[in-house]
């Protein structure tokens, strides 16, 4: 039995570092600090198409959330406090929600009563999970100015805590070259 799990033990640390190797063979990194953001758009509310790649010199936070998560429910006012702390500084917020199907007058109705003023996405197809891999909602991304992951906060957090607020001002603070 001891022979078994060490050979299993190996097994999944070759799969994991194969994995976690990077864009080898064409495979993306793995959404992690350090890696560049997965491609993935969502829409908003109005209908737009909103293209991480098209945010790059800008600052990103992403939070992944549902209306039927509490957690995710805690962090709006939160988020919506940050996204106007720095608004005109070159933050972007945006809440993906992952409610699947037609929860869009539900997702509407939230953000209007809780007079959320930071971008509001749809994701009922919940892509953006799959992209960045995410162990469930809420999780958030922290992505530089030139697109590259900065942090990730798995599960619920406080976006006004000064921590928080000393990774974002550190990242606006940086230049991003022209093109």
């Known amino acids: 039995m001891t022979r078994l799990l060490r050979a299993a033990s ?8 194969a994995a976690c190797s990077g864009q080898d063979e064409g495979r993306p990194l793995p959404p992690l600090p350090g890696n560049p ?18 945010l790059r010199g800008e600052v990103v936070v992403l939070n992944i959330w549902a ?10 006012p939160g988020l919506d406090a940050l996204s106007r702390h720095f608004e005109g500084q070159g933050l972007r917020v945006l809440g993906a929600s992952v409610d699947r199907g037609s929860a869009r007058p539900e997702v509407e109705s939230f953000a209007r009563e809780l ?3 930071f971008t509001i996405l749809l994701d009922p197809d919940q892509r953006v999970m799959n992209r960045f891999r995410t162990l469930g909602v809420p999780e958030t991304f922290l992505i530089g100015r030139d697109g590259v ?25 940086e230049a991003y070259p022209a093109s």
Request: with cysteine; charged share 20%.
């Open 115 to 117: 007079g959320i003023s």
């Open 37 to 54: 953001a997965p491609v993935w758009e969502g829409l908003t509310l109005e209908g737009e198409t909103v293209a991480l790649a098209d």
């Open 67 to 76: 209306t039927w998560c509490a957690p995710c429910l805690r962090e709006m």
């Open 10 to 17: 190996w097994a999944i640390l070759v799969v994991t570092a």
């Open 149 to 173: 992951i900065a942090h990730r906060w798995i599960g619920e957090f406080d976006p006004m805590d000064p921590t928080v607020l000393a990774r974002v001002e550190a990242l606006l603070a």
